[in-house]
Nanobody
Framework: QVQLVESGGGLVQAGGSLRLSCAPSGLTFSMYDMGWFRQAPGKEREFVAAISRSGGSTTFADSVKGRFTISRDSAKNTVYLQMNSLKPEDTAVYYC????????????????WGQGTQVTVSS
């Protein structure tokens, strides 16, 4: 059974930082591109960031470029989303996502989802 377990969400003031972690189990981590999506109340789920299977390629939504970074640790089977200079508009539930042999940049390519972790940025 595949599980993507996220952690690291919480409440932070604008300008602050958070680091999200996602530890997949039940799948071969090296065969999956990984990504992060988010969904704010009343809005559709949107792409945030993705990293290739090798970790050599990353992609970001324009709204987070220069503020967020994504990385993966193959030894720990974990993917991270470092979020800096957070803004109130970053408030959302953040979802970890795994895509098999394709970029994790659109919802249609995602094979597995995490349960989501809440990030709230106060002004």
């Amino acid at each position: 059974q595949v599980q993507l377990v996220e952690s690291g969400g919480g409440l932070v003031q604008a300008g602050g930082s958070l680091r999200l972690s996602c530890a997949p189990s039940g799948l071969t981590f090296s065969m999956y591109d990984m990504g992060w999506f988010r969904q704010a109340p009343g809005k559709e789920r949107e792409f945030v960031a993705a990293i290739s299977r090798s970790g050599g390629s990353t992609t970001f939504a324009d709204s987070v470029k220069g503020r967020f970074t994504i990385s993966r640790d193959s030894a720990k089977n974990t993917v991270y989303l470092q979020m800096n200079s957070l803004k109130p508009e970053d408030t959302a539930v953040y979802y970890c996502a795994a895509a098999f042999n394709r970029p994790a940049v659109v919802t249609s390519t995602i094979a597995f989802w995490g349960q989501g972790t809440q990030v709230t940025v106060s002004s």
